[in-house]
C-alpha cells in the first residue's frame, strides 16, 4: 500500500517472462531443515543452476565474503531491469528462511523520489500455481548507497497452492549502481510439533464474569508416524495458582479443536490456561499458555465473537479510504467523503502530526471514525533511526496516551505491508496499546498471504490489499484474486479476529510507469466489495481517495481527473450501503451450490423476511452459477437489477454479465391458504439433465473431457480401442435416454471407426422436453513400437488420463526427456514449447535460420532451431514490437492457425456442430478453426466453445498433435 509495493507487479512479469513454469518440488539437495535448499549459493561452480540473463550479472573471483567467489552486476541504465534467479524445492505449507550477503557501491534509485527500504539491491522469494501465476511473495527491505557486506534475510510461507517456488536476487527498479551478491541461503524451518490459535475468549483473551461460553482453541499437531501415544493435557488455573479445570486427551494428528467449559460463571480475575504437549513417556514435548482476563464487561471497542466491531454495545460496520497530503483532508474533502457514504479514514499523514487532535477533532464533526496511523512513527529504516535520536516507542506511546480517548478514533494502526522481519517490533506494539488503551483494536494489513497466520496472535483486525483491477500483461486478467485473498484472510482470522478487507479504487498507472491508464469504475469497486462480503469481511476500507486526483506517475493533484473518477464511488457506494445492514443482521443461510466449480461468488442471508443472495461475477464474461432453490424461499421476480434467474424444478441458476454483482432477494414460499389442507398437484417433470456418463474399453475407464456435468452437453474422448461400452442414466427416474434414436439400455455397446466418431445421446423428460448431448470419439491408431513404462523418459505422468498418448508421443520424437524427467503435462504449453512440438511432428530436415527477434536470448538452442524452421516456412511469425515471446502461453488460437500453415488443412463439409462462441473468433485465426472442426481436430470445451484465447496444456497439445498426424495418415 501506499507506494511501498509500486514494483512488486513489474518483478512479477520479469520473472514469468524469464522462466517457463517448473515442477520443482521435493527434497532436492537438501531432505531436513538444516539443508540449503539453493544450488551454488557462493557461486562456486560459476553461474551453475542460476538463471542468469545473457551479459549481465557474471562471476566476480576478487570480491566475495566466502569461498572465494560472489555473483557481480554493474547497471548504469536505470531503465534495465534484470533478474538473477534459482528455483527452489520448497513445499506447500513449508516455513523456509532464505538470506543473502550483498556489498554495494554508489547503489542509488532514480525515481525522482524519496528514496525508501524498496530501493536498492535484494533478495525476494515468491510462489506461483501450477498454471505459473503468482500467488504471493517476499520482499526483505533493499540496500543502498556503498557499504561493506550486508546480510538480508526473510522469511516465507509457502502457500498450499503453490506449484513453483523461485528465489532471486535484484536492484529493484530504477536502482543503478554495483552490486555484490554472496552466501545465498535458504532452509527449512522444522515446523512446531503443536501450534495454538486461541478463538475463544476472542478479542484480547477476555471473558465476561456472568458468561458460562466455553474458552476454545484451534489446534494443529504435526507428528510425524513415529510419533505414536502422544496425548494433549491442558489446565486452567487462578491468580492463586489453584487449579480450576485439568483434563488429558489423546493427541490426533492434524486440526482439532479443545474446549474448557466453565461450570459456573467465574469469578473477575487472571486465570492462565496452559496446553501440554505429551509423548507416550508422559514427557512435555511442547507447551503454550494463555493469560485469560475474566472481567465485568467488554472494552469500549471490541471485535464480538461473529467477528464484528462494537461500539458501546452497537455494532459498527468500517467503511472508510485512505488519505494523505493536507489537501485531502480539507473540510471540503471531508464533505464529499461523508456525503459519499463512508464512515472511516485512514490517514498516512497522522502519523507523527502536531495536529493530531486537531485531525480528530474534524474528523468527529464530519461523523468520521478514525484508524490512527502508528506505521510510520515506529517501523521502518527513518523511524528506527531518528535524526532526534528519539526512542520511537516512546514517541508512539505519547500519541496513544494523548489521543485514546477521542470520541472519533476506532483503531490503531500498526502495519502497513511489512513483512515477518519486523515481527519483534509488531510484538513489542501490540503489547504497548493492550497496556495502555484496552478500549481501542489494532489493525495490520498484509500483503501477503503465506504469511499471514503469523500476525495472529498480535492483533485484533486482519486485513489484505489485493488490486486486481488493471492490465497485468496477462497476469489477473479477473477479479478472482479477491476472493482468493478474501478466502484466506477468513480461514486465518477462524471467525475470531476481525476481518477489514481492503479493496481497490484507484488507478495502478499512478504507481507504475509502465502500465496503461484504467480506473477501476464502478462495476468493478461493487465486484470487489460483494467478493469481500460473500467471504466474511466485516469492514470494508477502499485505497485511496488521494490516488483519485492524480493522472499519472507524477503523482500531481489534478481537479478534473477527480471529477472524472469520483462518479464512480459515488455509483459503487449508492449500490453498496444498503447491503451492509443485511451484513449486520448475522443471519447467514447455507447454499446448496450445485457447480462443481463455481465461476461466481455468491452467499445467503436472511433481513427483513426476506433472504438476500449477494453475487459476484469476478471475470470479464458473463457466468452463471446454480444452486438448489433454499427449502421455504421462492423467487418473486425473475430478473432484479443485471441478475437474471432461470427456475427449473427445484434449482435455481442465476446468469450475471462480466463483472456482474448484485443482490438477488428470494421472499417467503407461503402456502396460499395456511388455514385449510389441499391435495398437491403433480406436475410432470422437465429434468431432461444426464446424471452419468462414462466410457469403457478392455475393462478400463476412458476419460472424456470436460469432466461430466449435468449442465454440460458437449464432451470429447481417445482412444485407440475398436469398440467401447457407453454407460449412461437420466437424473430424474421417469425420464428416458436413447442413443442415435434407438432406447438406451444400462449400457451399449459402440464400435468405432478410424478417426472421428460423433456420438448423440438424447434425455426425454417426463413433460416431452428434451436435451441431447455429443460425445466426439477420437480413434486412434495404436502406436508401433514397445512404450511401456520402462521406456517412457517421464516420471510425472503416471495415472494422468493423457499417459498413453504422451508415451506415444515420446516414442514417436515428438517430445524429448530432460535430466528432470519431467513433462508437466497439466502445465499450459507456451509459443517456443509448441514450436518445437510442431517441428517435431512435420519431421523436417534441419536448417539453419537466423533469428532476428528482440528476446531471441531467452531461448535454448532447441527451440531457436524449431523457430528459425517455422518463421522460414511462414508457420510463425512475432510481434509487432520485435519480440517472440517464447515463455507466453500460446493460446487455442494461435494453435490453430499454426497447425492449419503447418499441415496444410482445409476445411471439408462436416455434421460437427459449430462452435457456439464462433462470433469471438479473431479474423486471423476463423478460416483456421473452421477447417480443424471440420476434420475432427478441435472439439469444443464448456457448452461447445472453442474458447479461442483460452491457453492449452502440454497434455492436450500431445494428443492434439497425435489426432493431426492420424488424419494426415
Known amino acids: 500500500m501506499k507506494m511501498r509495493m509500486r514494483w512488486m507487479w513489474l518483478l512479477i512479469i520479469a520473472v514469468l517472462a524469464t522462466s517457463a513454469p517448473q515442477a520443482v518440488f521435493g527434497d532436492g539437495d537438501a531432505s531436513n531443515s538444516g539443508g540449503n535448499l539453493v544450488k551454488n549459493g557462493g557461486f562456486e561452480q560459476q553461474l551453475s543452476f542460476w538463471n542468469i540473463p545473457q551479459g549481465t550479472a557474471s562471476v566476480d573471483s576478487n ?101 513453483r517456488v523461485v528465489i532471486g536476487l535484484y536492484l529493484r527498479p530504477q536502482t543503478v549502481g554495483k552490486v555484490w551478491f554472496d552466501d545465498v541461503i535458504v532452509q527449512r524451518e522444522m515446523p512446531q510439533l503443536m501450534k495454538t490459535y486461541l478463538t475463544y475468549p476472542n478479542y484480547r483473551q477476555i471473558a465476561l464474569s456472568s458468561s458460562t461460553e466455553p474458552w476454545k482453541v484451534d489446534l494443529i499437531n504435526r507428528l510425524s508416524a513415529n510419533e505414536t501415544g502422544f496425548s494433549i493435557g491442558h489446565e486452567v488455573r487462578d491468580e492463586n495458582n489453584q487449579s480450576v479445570f485439568m483434563e488429558t486427551l489423546p493427541a490426533t494428528n492434524g486440526n ?127 523511524a528506527k533511526n531518528r535524526s532526534d535520536g528519539q526512542d520511537p516507542f516512546e514517541v508512539a506511546e505519547q500519541y496513544i496516551t494523548d489521543l485514546k480517548d477521542h470520541p472519533a478514533l476506532l483503531a490503531w494502526y500498526i502495519n502497513d505491508e511489512f513483512d515477518l522481519s519486523w515481527m519483534p517490533e509488531f510484538e513489542r506494539m501490540y503489547q504497548l496499546i493492550k497496556e495502555l488503551d484496552p478500549n481501542h483494536p489494532v489493525l495490520q494489513v498484509s500483503n501477503t498471504m503465506g504469511i499471514l497466520e503469523e500476525y495472529y496472535p498480535v492483533t485484533d483486525v486482519l486485513a489484505t490489499d489485493p488490486y486486481p483491477v488493471g492490465d497485468h500483461n496477462g497476469e ?97 457506494m449508492e449500490q453498496l450501503e444498503p447491503v451492509i445492514p443485511v451484513i449486520m443482521t448475522n443471519q447467514p443461510v447455507d447454499l446448496n451450490v450445485l457447480d462443481t466449480d463455481p465461476a461466481v461468488e455468491i452467499a445467503a442471508f436472511e433481513h427483513s423476511q426476506q433472504l438476500h443472495l449477494i453475487m459476484a461475477n469476478p471475470y470479464y464474461e458473463a457466468k452463471s452459477v446454480t444452486v438448489a432453490m433454499p427449502q421455504g424461499w421462492k423467487v418473486q421476480n425473475q430478473t432484479q437489477g443485471s441478475i437474471a434467474s432461470v427456475v427449473q424444478s427445484n434449482a435455481i441458476t442465476f446468469q450475471l454479465p462480466a463483472i456482474g454483482s448484485g443482490v438477488f432477494v428470494l421472499e417467503k414460499d407461503l402456502p396460499n391458504n395456511p388455514g385449510s389442507s389441499h391435495n398437491p398437484v403433480y406436475t410432470l417433470s422437465n429434468n431432461t439433465n444426464l446424471k452419468s456418463l462414462e466410457l469403457w474399453a478392455g475393462g478400463e475407464s476412458i476419460v472424456i473431457n470436460p469432466t461430466f456435468d449435468p449442465k454440460e452437453t458437449a464432451y470429447q474422448a481417445d482412444t485407440n480401442a475398436s469398440r467401447i461400452v457407453v454407460k449412461a442414466s437420466s437424473e430424474h427416474a421417469a425420464a428416458q435416454v436413447t442413443y442415435q434414436d434407438r432406447l438406451l439400455g444400462s449400457e451399449e455397446e459402440i464400435e468405432l471407426t478410424e478417426g472421428v466418431n ?129 515463455d507466453r502461453p500460446i493460446t487455442r488460437a494461435e494453435m490453430a492457425v499454426m497447425m492449419a500453415r503447418s499441415f496444410h488443412i482445409q476445411q471439408t463439409a462436416t455434421k460437427a456442430a459449430k462452435f457456439a462462441d464462433e462470433d469471438s473468433f479473431p479474423s486471423w485465426a476463423k478460416d483456421a478453426i473452421e477447417a480443424g472442426r471440420s476434420v475432427g481436430i478441435w472439439h469444443g470445451r464448456s457448452n461447445n466453445r472453442f474458447m479461442p484465447d483460452a491457453q492449452a496444456t502440454r497434455a492436450e497439445t500431445v494428443v492434439l498433435l497425435l489426432r493431426v498426424l492420424d488424419l494426415q495418415k
Open 63 to 163: 570480491v566475495f565474503r566466502s569461498e572465494g567467489n560472489s555473483l557481480f552486476y554493474e547497471n548504469n541504465d536505470a531503465n534495465n531491469y534484470e533478474l538473477f534467479m534459482q528455483d527452489i524445492p520448497a513445499n506447500p505449507g513449508e516455513t523456509i528462511q532464505f538470506s543473502v550477503w550483498i556489498k554495494g557501491e554508489d547503489i542509488e534509485q532514480q525515481t525522482g523520489l524519496p528514496p525508501t527500504s524498496e530501493d536498492g539491491a535484494a533478495v525476494f522469494v515468491q510462489s506461483y500455481d501450477a498454471n505459473n501465476k503468482y500467488i504471493d511473495g517476499v520482499f526483505p527491505a533493499a540496500l543502498l548507497g556503498t557499504f561493506d557486506w550486508q546480510e538480508v534475510k526473510g522469511k516465507a510461507i509457502i502457500p498450499p497452492n503453490a506449484a
Open 256 to 382: 482439532s479443536e479443545i474446549q474448557f467449559q466453565p461450570a459456573a460463571p467465574l469469578s473477575a480475575g487472571k486465570y492462565v490456561w496452559r496446553i501440554e504437549l505429551l509423548d507416550s513417556e508422559q514427557q512435555i514435548r511442547q507447551s503454550e499458555q494463555y493469560e485469560i482476563t475474566v472481567q465485568q464487561q467488554m472494552p469500549q471497542i471490541y471485535i464480538d465473537r461473529d467477528g464484528f466491531t462494537v461500539i458501546n454495545n452497537e455494532k459498527f460496520f468500517p467503511l472508510g479510504t485512505y488519505l494523505i497530503r493536507d489537501w485531502s483532508h480539507s473540510n471540503e474533502n471531508l464533505q464529499k467523503i461523508a456525503d459519499a457514504g463512508f464512515n472511516t479514514l485512514l490517514s498516512y499523514t497522522y502519523g507523527e502530526a502536531a495536529d493530531a487532535v486537531q485531525f480528530l477533532d474534524r474528523a468527529h464533526q464530519y461523523g468520521f471514525k478514525v484508524i490512527y496511523n502508528l506505521v510510520d512513527i515506529y517501523l521502518g529504516d527513518e
Open 476 to 572: 489477473d486478467t479477473d477479479l478472482t484474486m479477491t476472493s482468493t485473498f478474501a478466502k484466506h484472510t477468513a480461514n486465518v482470522t477462524r471467525g475470531a479476529k476481525g476481518m477489514w478487507m481492503v479493496a481497490q479504487m484507484h488507478d495502478l498507472s499512478v504507481y507504475y510507469d509502465w502500465r496503461a491508464p484504467n480506473q477501476p469504475n464502478a462495476e468493478e469497486m461493487l465486484n470487489q466489495a460483494y467478493q469481500d462480503l460473500i467471504h466474511g469481511s466485516k469492514g470494508l476500507i477502499f485505497y485511496s481517495f488521494f490516488d483519485l486526483w492524480f493522472p499519472d506517475r507524477n503523482r500531481l493533484p489534478d481537479e478534473d481527473t477527480f471529477l472524472q473518477n469520483w462518479p464512480y464511488v459515488l455509483q459503487m
Open 758 to 886: 460423433l456420438l448423440t445421446f438424447t434425455v426425454h423428460a417426463e413433460d416431452k422436453s428434451r436435451k441431447t448431448y455429443t460425445l466426439t470419439v477420437h480413434k486412434t491408431e495404436n502406436a508401433g513400437g514397445s512404450t511401456n513404462e520402462e521406456e517412457t523418459p517421464f516420471d510425472d505422468i503416471r495415472g494422468h488420463w493423457a499417459e498413453s498418448f504422451i508415451k506415444r508421443a515420446a516414442a514417436a520424437k515428438l517430445i524429448l526427456g530432460n535430466k528432470e524427467r519431467a513433462f508437466k503435462p497439466d502445465h499450459a504449453i507456451t509459443r517456443s514449447e509448441f514450436t518445437v512440438m510442431l517441428i517435431n511432428a512435420l519431421q523436417l530436415e534441419e536448417k539453419e535460420g537466423v533469428l532476428v527477434f528482440t528476446d531471441s536470448g531467452q531461448m535454448d538452442s532447441l527451440a531457436k532451431k524449431a523457430v528459425a524452421q517455422a518463421v522460414q516456412l511462414g508457420i510463425v511469425n512475432g510481434y509487432k514490437d520485435g519480440s517472440f515471446r517464447p
